[in-house]
């Protein structure tokens, strides 16, 4: 009778071993999507409304919001096939996945990746791509067109976004993924990329009217506050979910990313302190979000020490980008996209080669995987974010260029600005106080 009890507790084990779906991975990943999905309607586009003036709060949250379901439709269309299809000539396939996949033909309801849904993978990805033009939108509020905006986040995530991405996780024949770049959870592919691309718009679109002399103050701290709030509670999804399933590597990415984020706050808030005799809650909020920056690329990589540092100095350089950088250069980056998102993901993206632990159970690829190189790794990373960082540029300037051309116009008028976008482009209004 033992024996017979035994056989029918095993069964599930058996059963299960000759199925190539987990249910715990399906569960872990589908959970993950939504964690991420949250992050950009809700977290994001609660972070960047709060600190923007009250008669701009709504545009922002609706350049936010509309950058996520056009991002996410264009990546069904195109942007998908593009970053993790497969072209035929291996030259193209360097940087291009080709349109074998558009309107994800060829990729059935049931098909799997990996040990899950390939349907599920496709909108996990679906929300990188999402965010990552959304955090853009944080240096150019309160004066760009929206119909060019939206124009911009379309054909920005077909030209710029999904090869980067095919480039650094396109798997093999891939630019960057053969030269073995690690990018654990996109520090390359989602916040250097949208970080800069947030700079070259700021400088082409222009500094909105009265910056720097007139006071731009935050409509809500509060509202700020607890959009980074949404973001770290998001963020479990985006680096947990970047180990495709519930295992190990995402525990190890739990930890990092709790650890990053809580030290980069103190750090922050230090640096406020040490500075401007006050810790504040927007430096606070601000310095959670740029150890999450620091800690994505790396998050699966590294060690407890190696979070700690890397949430440490990635703090102290988005604080000298934000405080210090944006005034000697005089650029207009209205939410700080570039000084918290590019800086702390450079030094997240090189940090990996400097923290990442010598573990073949870890490591996907690369130098240090495959003789123990760590300067031949470093070497890597370094052409990763040169490359990045250079198809980022060229092609934010393209796009923004098309994007005005097919509007007829980079920015609203002067009126539209001075009475706010809420009103004169929405006809609504954030708060009716």
């Known amino acids: 009778m033992k024996k017979f009890l035994l056989a029918l507790l095993l069964l599930p084990t058996f059963v299960f071993a000759e199925d190539t779906l987990n249910t715990g991975d399906t569960a872990w990943m589908m959970v993950s999507t939504a964690f991420v999905l949250l992050m950009t309607p809700a977290g994001l586009a609660l972070f960047y409304a709060g600190m923007t003036r009250s008669k701009n709060i709504v545009n922002t949250f609706a ?80 004066r760009i067109k929206f119909s060019t905006w939206l124009v911009f986040v379309a054909v920005w995530g077909l030209v710029v976004y999904a090869p980067i991405t095919h480039m650094v996780w396109g798997g093999d024949g891939a630019l960057l993924f053969d030269a073995g770049a690690l990018d654990f959870a996109g520090g390359t592919v989602v916040h250097m990329n949208g970080g800069l691309a947030g700079l070259v718009l700021a400088y082409l679109v222009g500094k909105r009217n009265g910056y720097p002399t007139a006071a731009m103050k935050p409509a809500s701290v509060i509202l700020t506050a607890v959009g980074a709030a949404l973001l770290w509670f998001g963020w479990y999804g985006f680096n947990g979910g970047s180990a495709f399933g519930a295992n190990e590597i995402a525990g190890l990415a739990y930890m990092t990313t709790t650890i990053s984020a809580s030290i980069a706050a103190i750090t922050w808030m230090a640096l406020e302190w040490f500075v401007y005799k006050k810790p504040t809650l927007l430096g606070a909020a601000t310095g959670v979000i740029a150890g999450l920056v620091a800690i994505t690329p790396a998050a699966g990589f590294v060690s407890v020490g190696g979070a700690f540092a890397i949430g440490i100095i990635g703090t102290m350089i988005a604080f000298y980008g934000v405080v210090v950088m944006k005034k000697k250069l005089g650029y207009d980056d209205s939410l700080d996209a570039f000084g918290v998102h590019f800086l702390a993901g450079l030094w997240g993206a090189i940090a990996t080669g400097i923290f990442a632990l010598n573990d073949q159970d870890l490591l996907w690829d690369g130098p240090l995987k495959a003789s123990g190189d760590r300067m031949g790794q470093l070497f890597v990373q370094f052409e990763s974010v040169l490359v990045v960082g250079l198809f980022t540029l ?26 706010g976008l809420d009103e004169s482009v929405h006809g609504e209004r954030g708060f009716n106080l």
């Open 394 to 419: 060229i092609g934010t300037v393209v796009v923004y260029y098309i994007a005005v051309l097919l509007t007829g116009g980079k920015r609203v008028s002067e009126d539209d600005e001075s009475m």
């Open 63 to 142: 350049m936010v919001l509309g950058a996520f379901v056009v991002a996410f439709v264009v990546w069904v269309i195109a942007g998908y096939s593009i970053a993790f299809g497969t072209a035929d000539n291996a030259t193209v396939q360097n940087v291009f996945g080709g349109l074998g996949n558009v309107m994800l033909s060829g990729i059935a309801w049931n098909d799997l990746s990996g040990s899950y849904p390939a349907y599920v993978f496709i909108v996990f990805q679906g929300t990188f791509a999402a965010i990552t033009v959304a955090i853009a939108a944080g240096s150019v509020i309160e």
